[in-house]
């Protein structure tokens, strides 16, 4: 494939991600209100225009699984596009400016543009009032508009509107939102002026006692369950989208570019002294390796000029090899940019998703036997903060140095283990200091009898 075909493949190729891209939100959203559409034909056709119960008096049980098939597919299919609709809509316009037909075109584009915008509220609107209409109970959580981000975790009276008071015999319902697992108490908001164990036997006598136990003990657990999911799945996100971003750019996107500026003689074989430095060592390791192996008879005696020649021939393999590794650490450095970026849009765009891995990572955390936090604490802090741990940072610090094609400053990477690992340790500190010795104090003896 020559030059040319290349540039005009990767060109088409990129038109074709930028118009999938643009057409993202009208798609989702289409689909989005084709699933509402389906779930309001049904409960016209069936329920007449009320709510869908599946599980009424009056349905044999055919129908009633059929609805309730329909009913979760399409309420999961409604959500999960309204979603990508949210967030391909957020990109565009991040990466697109204002109005820009509306300035090149004053006209009819603007009329087609505020039909647009109407179609695309009308639609909203039903998914909306559809959606609406299967979730649970639950109070409002207080919400900033201007940064429309969610109110703490730690909100404990959040913990009632999770808990919703209906017999499950009545009404199917539907996984819960996002919003009551950010909402849901956690273990690191708990503490009283009592002892937990008192605390905790009067509770579970009343919960014993409580008539609607059962209900909340199942509530509890689908709450903790679709909290796992959202968690593991917005980890797996996190890592897998920066990781195929740098990879796709460092092969598909700065790759080629950087090698075809790498042929030209005007490109730097060495980026830094220490890669001059190290090609100098190589070559004079080469060098003493041929006296010697000339001395020793493995090789037959060869006069000045050979000599020269085969150093000649050494100097270039040389070149070739460090000049791959400039033009490497370039592309690096711009696939990490890009990479930076993707993980910046993915916590952008998953607030709600954060506030719940928080509160499953308390939950996992806090959750723990006293031993087991005692463990965990003692194996990050002297595997980040202990004694041990300065020869773990230099060598990370040098793989990102030679990863980036930066020299390796030794001041720097000094400064750095005599400063960032006591401010871990620090952290640690006050972490164990304040939350944990509130929250499950016995740990903490237990992690000071073992650190003995």
Known sequence: MTTSNFTKTIAFGFRAANQWLWLTP?????????????????????????????????????????????????????????????????????????????EKEPGNRTVILRE?????????KLIDEVLARYRPAQKQFARNRE??????????????????????????????????????????????????????TLKRVQKELDPKTEE????????????????????????????????????FLVGPVVDRFKEQESFATFINEEMEEEAFMDLEKFEKKIKFEILTGQLPKLSESEIEAELQHKVEE??????????????NIFSDIFSFVAFGLVIWTSKREIAVLKSFMDDLIYGLSDSAKAFIIILFTDMFVGFHSAHGWEVILEVISRHLGLPASRNFIFL?????????????????????????????????????
């Open 26 to 102: 009208t798609r989702s959203l289409d689909e989005a209100y084709e699933a509402a559409l389906k779930i309001k034909a049904l409960e016209d056709e069936h329920f007449n225009g009320d709510k869908i119960f599946p599980d009424r008096s009056g349905n044999s049980p055919i129908v009633a699984n059929y609805c309730r098939r329909e009913l979760n597919n399409n309420l999961t299919a409604a959500k999960i596009r309204l979603g990508e609709f949210k967030i391909s809509s957020n990109l565009i316009d991040i990466f697109s400016p204002k109005n820009i037909w509306a």
């Open 116 to 124: 647009k915008s109407a179609i695309t509220l009308e639609k909203l």
């Open 147 to 200: 940064s429309q981000t969610f109110v703490s975790v730690e909100n404990g009276s959040a913990k009632k509107a999770l808990i919703e008071k209906q017999s499950l015999n009545n009404q199917l319902k539907p996984p819960p939102s996002l919003e009551e697992l950010a909402g849901a108490e956690t273990i690191s908001a708990r503490g009283s002026f009592l002892p937990r164990s008192i605390l905790g």
């Open 216 to 251: 909340e003990v199942v509530e509890r657990f689908r709450v903790s369950k679709f909290k796992t999911i959202i968690s593991l799945r917005f980890i797996l996100l996190a890592i897998l989208i920066p990781l195929l971003t740098q990879q796709i750019c460092h092969n």
């Open 318 to 331: 040389i070149e070739v090899e460090y000049r791959d590794r400039s033009a490497n650490a370039i592309e």
């Open 416 to 452: 750095f283990i005599a400063t960032f690992p006591v401010i871990l340790d620090t952290i640690f500190k006050y972490w164990i200091f304040r939350y944990l010795n509130r929250i499950s104090p016995s740990a903490v003896a237990t992690y000071k009898e073992m650190n003995e």
